[in-house]
C-alpha cells in the first residue's frame, strides 16, 4: 500500500521536500517491511517474545494504518504494534513491533498494512485501584500499585508459584566496613503503557527504604509476552547516595517461592555454563553409601516425582532423615573470570564449596515437581560482583534472589579517586590539564545522579522444567535473540545521516571496509582481553593506549575510560545500521546501556548533562551536553523500540536549562568576558547546541509537538544570519527564544565542534527542514574547515590556525562535494581522508601485533581516532566512492 504525499502539509511543515523525495527506491515491494536476525540463521531455540522497530519512507504509511506480519514464505504471525516516530507530513516514520512466545522462530518477517493476526492466547491486562494483572496462558501475574511487593504469580488452578518478588539492598553506612542497613523497594506507582494483544508493559517507579530515609529511587518495567513463562524486567536505579556517607553494598530483585513436597523432590538449578548445569535436590538420592533405586535416582536427577517412598530399596527409604538437606545455595560471580558456588544446610553452619567455574551466565531455578521459579540477569558476569542466592529451601518458601551487587562483594566504593593536590584554583587545575588531560575541580567528581539499568527475567512454572529447557533459557536470557530492520530499507528510508551499505566492488573500497571490520572486531577483542567490565564499568572503553606499558591509559586523567569522547556510540551504531553485524550490534547496545546511564546526570545540579572521559566514569569536572548526547540514543531505541531509552531521551528536552548554572567554559584562559544578560549564555554550535537539536528532533518526531521544531528552526535560522554563520564557533544564546545573537564575533574553529555528531545531526535536519540561510553556513563550515591555508587566506584574510583531526573532517569536505557536485573538493575530500594526517590512517594489511605472552596491540590507537576515523570511513564511501577509487593512501601520522 503507498499513500501520495501531501504537498500542502510538507511545505507547512518546513521539510526540505526534494530532498526527501529524491531518496533511492526501496529494495522491496512498496510497504512492506522487512526484518532479520542480527544472527543468522534464526534462532533454534524457543523464543519468548521479541521487539523491534521498523523504518518507513516519507508518506509511505499512514497514522492509524493497521499492520500485519509473515514469515518469509507469506505465513501470518501474530503481530502488535505502535508508533514510535512521525515524518513531518504526518506519516510514519517509526514503528515499533512485537511477537509473542514462538517455539519455532521464523527466519525473517516481514511487516505490511493489513488486519493484524491474534495470538492464540492473547495476553490480558486488568487493572484495579490496588493492582495490575497482567494473564498470559496459564499464568496470572499481579502487579501491586503500593507496598513492597512488585510481583505475585500464580498458575491455572489458582496455586501460587511466586509469592512476592521484592526489590532489595544493602547499605554501608560511613565506610566500606560499616554498619549494614537493609534496603527495601517501596512501590509509588504503576501505570499501564502497553495493554496487549501480543506484549503488555508495566512500569513501576519507586524508591529504596532503609527505615524512614528514602534511597535509590527505581523505575522498573515488566514487559509480558503473550504465550511466554515468563517476565522481562528492565530494572534501572538512580543513586543519589552521597559516597561520603553510605556506600551500596547490595543490590537486586528477590523472589519469595512456596516449597511443596517433600525435601528429595525438591530441585536446585545453577547455569554454570552456556552448555552446563549445576542441578541437585535439597536431599539428594544419589550418590549415598546405600542405593534407593534407579527410578528414584533418574527420576530425582530429571527433575520429576520420585516413586512412593514405599518402594525405595531398604534401608534407604527409612534413613531418609539422616541424610542432610541442603537449605540455601550461592553462586557468586565475583570477578568477569571466576566464579564460586557454596551451599549449606541451614543458618550457623558452614558453607561448603560446591563448585567453581568461569562465567555463569546468570540463571537459578528452585521448586518442585509441583511449582518453581527461575530468575536470570543479563550480562551477569560482565557485570560483577553479581550474585545468584537461593535460601530457605529446607523450608516452606524459598527466597531466589538475583543480585546485581553482590553484599558479599566489597561495597560500592564510588568516593573520589584522588586528592585535591592544590588545584583549589582555576589556574592550577588547568595546570592538571596540561600534565594529566583531566579537568579537576573539587567537589565536581560526583556519582549523584547517575544510573544502572539492568536486565532481569523472571519465570514462574507448574513443575520443575527440563534442564535442557533451563539452559536455553539461560543461553537466551544472556545473548538475546535480536531482529533487526533491513539495512538496505532503513538506507532508502534517509535515516541517521549520510552513510551507504558495505561495498567492496574496487580494491580502495574493500581495503576501507576491511579496515572498518578490523576496527570493531580490535574493540570486541579489547575488551575482553583487557577486562573492560564491571557494574558501572560495562560497556564503555578506554580512551587512549600506553605503548610503553603495553596498557590503555586507565588510571591517567582524561586519558581513561572514553565516555562517548568523539562519538564511539555513533561509529558503532551507524557500523551496525549498514551491516546488521551482531558484533556491533552488540558492542553498541552495551555502550549506550553505560553511556546514557553511567556517564549522565539523572537528578541534581547537573541533571542532563554528562562527564568528560576520565579515571572514573564522573571524575572530571566538565559536564556537558556533549556526553549526554541523544544523537548517541535514537538509533538504539528505534531499531529496538526500548522504552527506557526513550526516558532518557525524553529527559533531555530540557538539559538546556542546566546551562544556566553550570558554566562549560568558566575555566577557559583568557580575558575578561563580556556580561551576558540574564537568561543569556555563551553556547558553541556543535559541542552543545547540534547535540541538543538532537534531543528536540527526537521528541518532535516522537510526538508532533511543534514546539520542538521551532526551536530547532530558531537556532538554524539565527545561526545562518551570523557574518560568518557556522565559522563563529560559538554565540550567545538566548534560551527562552532558542536565538542566537549576533555580537559581531570573529570566526572561531574548534576542532571538537563537528565530531559530537552534528555532522550527522545536520544531515537530517537539511533533508527536513527548508532552512536555506542554516544550509548555505553549513556547506561554508564544511567546504572551509580543511581548506588549504593559501585559499583560507584569500577567502577570509582571518588568521589560518591550526586545524586538528583533519582526516576525520574530510567527511565535512565530502559533504560540501556532494551537495554541490563539486569534483575538485571531492578530490580534496578524498585526499584528507587518505593522507591519515591527524587520525588513524588507512592501513592496507592488518596493523594489529602480538604481545608477549598473549594479546595484541594496534600502535597508534586511540578511541577518539578509531571512532572518527569510522564515521570518515563510512561517509566517504557513501558521498564521494569514485574520489576514494581515484586517492592514494600515505602512512598515517599520529593524531592527537
Known amino acids: 500500500m503507498r499513500h501520495s504525499i501531501d504537498r500542502r502539509r510538507v511545505l507547512q511543515a518546513g521539510v526540505a521536500l526534494p530532498a526527501l523525495l529524491a531518496k533511492p ?52 504471525l501474530p503481530l502488535q504494534s505502535w508508533p514510535l516516530a512521525y515524518w513531518p507530513d504526518g506519516s510514519c516514520k517509526w514503528t515499533g513491533h512485537a511477537l509473542p512466545a514462538l517455539a519455532s522462530p521464523p527466519s525473517a518477517v516481514r511487516v505490511l498494512p493489513g488486519k493484524p493476526r491474534l495470538p492464540d492466547a492473547p495476553v490480558r491486562v486488568e487493572t484495579t485501584p490496588d493492582a495490575i494483572t497482567l494473564r498470559t496462558g496459564s499464568l496470572a501475574w499481579r502487579i501491586a500499585r503500593s507496598g513492597s511487593t512488585v510481583l505475585q504469580a500464580q498458575g491455572t488452578d489458582g496455586t501460587t508459584l511466586m509469592e512476592a518478588v521484592e526489590l532489595v539492598g544493602e547499605l554501608r553506612l560511613g565506610t566500606p566496613e560499616g554498619q549494614r542497613m537493609p ?25 529504596h527504604r532503609a527505615g524512614e530515609q528514602a534511597f535509590l529511587p527505581f523505575t522498573v518495567r515488566i514487559e509480558c509476552y503473550a504465550g511466554a513463562e515468563g517476565l522481562r524486567l528492565v530494572h534501572s536505579v538512580i543513586n543519589d547516595v552521597d559516597p561520603e556517607k553510605h556506600l551500596v553494598s547490595g543490590l537486586g530483585i528477590a523472589a519469595s517461592v512456596p516449597m511443596r513436597g517433600a525435601l528429595h523432590d525438591r530441585h ?134 538475583a543480585w546485581l551487587w553482590s553484599p558479599r562483594a566489597q561495597p560500592m566504593d564510588l568516593r573520589r579517586y584522588r586528592g585535591v593536590m592544590g588545584m583549589e584554583g582555576y589556574a592550577a587545575q588547568n595546570q592538571g590539564l596540561d600534565i594529566t588531560y583531566e579537568d579537576y575541580e573539587p567537589g565536581w567528581d560526583s556519582p549523584v545522579g547517575i544510573a544502572r539499568t539492568s536486565e532481569v527475567m523472571l519465570w514462574a512454572f507448574p513443575a520443575t522444567p527440563p534442564t535442557e529447557r533451563l539452559q536455553a533459557l539461560a543461553r537466551t536470557t544472556a545473548e538475546p535473540p535480536r531482529l533487526m530492520a533491513d539495512p538496505a530499507q532503513l538506507h532508502a528510508a534517509g535515516v541517521f545521516g549520510d552513510w551507504g551499505l558495505p561495498d567492496r566492488s574496487t580494491p580502495m573500497r574493500t581495503a576501507v571496509e576491511d579496515q572498518l571490520e578490523r576496527l570493531v572486531d580490535f574493540y570486541a577483542g579489547e575488551v575482553d582481553r583487557r577486562s573492560w567490565y564491571g557494574f558501572w564499568n560495562h560497556g564503555d572503553v578506554m580512551h587512549s593506549y600506553d605503548a610503553d ?136 554550535f556543535g559541542t552543545s547546541w547540534a547535540v541538543l537539536a538532537g534531543a528536540w528532533l527526537a521528541e518532535w518526531e516522537r510526538t508532533g509537538d511543534r514546539q520542538w521544531r521551532d526551536r530547532i528552526v530558531a537556532g538554524m535560522d539565527s545561526i545562518g544570519r551570523l557574518p560568518h554563520g557556522w565559522l563563529t564557533g560559538s554565540a550567545p544564546y538566548d534560551l527562552a527564544s532558542g536565538r542566537f545573537l549576533d555580537r559581531g564575533a570573529k570566526i572561531r574553529l574548534s576542532h571538537l565542534n563537528a565530531v559530537f555528531g552534528a555532522v550527522e545531526i545536520n544531515a537530517e535536519l537539511l533533508r527536513l527542514l527548508d532552512v536555506p540561510r542554516y544550509r548555505t553556513a553549513w556547506l561554508d563550515y564544511c567546504r572551509w574547515y580543511n581548506a588549504p591555508k593559501a585559499e583560507w587566506l584569500a577567502k577570509w584574510g582571518a588568521p589560518f590556525g591550526p586545524r586538528n583531526l583533519r582526516e576525520s573532517h574530510s567527511r565535512l569536505t565530502a559533504y560540501a562535494a556532494h551537495a554541490t557536485g563539486d569534483a575538485a573538493l571531492a578530490a ?39 571512532s572518527q576515523w569510522g564515521l570518515a570511513a563510512i561517509q566517504n564511501l557513501a558521498l564521494i566512492p569514485e574520489a576514494l577509487d581515484r586517492g592514494q593512501t600515505r602512512s598515517p601520522t599520529k593524531g592527537e
Not at 531455540?45 to 518469509?72: E, K, Y
Not at 586523567?557 to 561509529?571: Q, V
Open 25 to 76: 527506491a526501496l529494495a522491496t515491494a512498496p510497504g512492506i517491511a522487512n526484518a532479520a536476525w542480527i544472527d543468522d540463521p534464526a534462532p533454534a531455540l524457543r523464543v519468548d517474545g521479541t521487539c523491534w522497530g521498523q523504518v518507513w519512507p516519507i508518506g509511505r504509511l499512514r497514522r492509524n494504518t493497521a499492520l500485519t506480519a509473515t514469515d518469509s514464505t507469506g505465513a501470518p
Open 549 to 684: 606499558r603495553h596498557q590503555w591509559r586507565y588510571d591517567i586523567g582524561g586519558f581513561a575510560w572514553a565516555n562517548s569522547e568523539l562519538s564511539p556510540d555513533l561509529w558503532l551504531w551507524t557500523a551496525a545500521l549498514r551491516s546488521r553485524d551482531p558484533k556491533a550490534f552488540r558492542l553498541a547496545e552495551a555502550m549506550t546501556r553505560h553511556t546514557s546511564e553511567v556517564d549522565v546526570y539523572h537528578l541534581g545540579r547537573f541533571a542532563g548533562l554528562g562527564t568528560r572521559h576520565g579515571v572514573q566514569h564522573w571524575s572530571d569536572s566538565s559536564k556537558q551536553p556533549r556526553v549526554s548526547n541523544a544523537n548517541y540514543r535514537r538509533i538504539f531505541h528505534y531499531l529496538t523500540a526500548d522504552e527506557r531509552t526513550g526516558d532518557l531521551m525524553r529527559d533531555l528536552v530540557a538539559s538546556h536549562e542546566a546551562l544556566r548554572t553550570v558554566e562549560i567554559g568558566r575555566k577557559v584562559p583568557g580575558g575578561a568576558r563580556e556580561p551576558l544578560p540574564p537568561g543569556v549564555i555563551e553556547m558553541a
Open 183 to 207: 534496603l527495601i523497594g517501596i512501590i509509588d506507582r504503576a501505570d499501564v503503557e502497553q495493554s496487549g494483544p501480543v506484549r503488555a508493559v508495566v512500569r513501576v517507579q519507586g524508591h
Open 828 to 866: 580534496r575530500a578524498a585526499e584528507e581522508f587518505l593522507s591519515g594526517d591527524a587520525g588513524l590512517g588507512l592501513h592496507r594489511g592488518d596493523p594489529r601485533r602480538p604481545l608477549p605472552g598473549g594479546g595484541v596491540e594496534w600502535p597508534g590507537i586511540s578511541t577518539n581516532a578509531a
Open 268 to 401: 536446585i538449578r545453577l547455569a554454570t555454563a552456556a552448555d552446563t548445569m549445576f542441578a541437585e535436590a535439597v536431599r539428594p538420592l544419589t550418590g549415598l553409601r546405600r542405593d534407593p533405586g534407579t527410578a528414584f535416582r533418574a527420576a530425582q536427577v530429571a527433575g520429576q516425582p520420585v516413586p512412593p517412598v514405599a518402594e525405595m530399596r531398604a534401608p534407604v527409604g527409612a534413613l531418609l532423615e539422616r541424610i542432610p538437606a541442603w537449605d540455601a545455595f550461592r553462586l557468586l560471580q565475583a570477578s568477569a573470570n571466576g566464579f564460586t558456588l557454596t551451599k549449606r544446610n541451614g543458618p550457623d553452619m558452614a558453607w561448603i564449596d560446591a563448585g567453581d567455574g568461569r562465567r555463569a551466565p546468570g540463571l537459578a531455578y528452585v521448586g518442585s515437581p509441583w511449582g518453581g521459579a527461575a530468575i536470570a540477569a543479563r550480562w551477569f558476569w560482565q557485570r560483577h560482583p553479581t550474585e545468584l542466592e537461593i535460601e530457605g529451601a529446607a523450608g516452606d518458601k524459598a527466597r531466589l534472589c
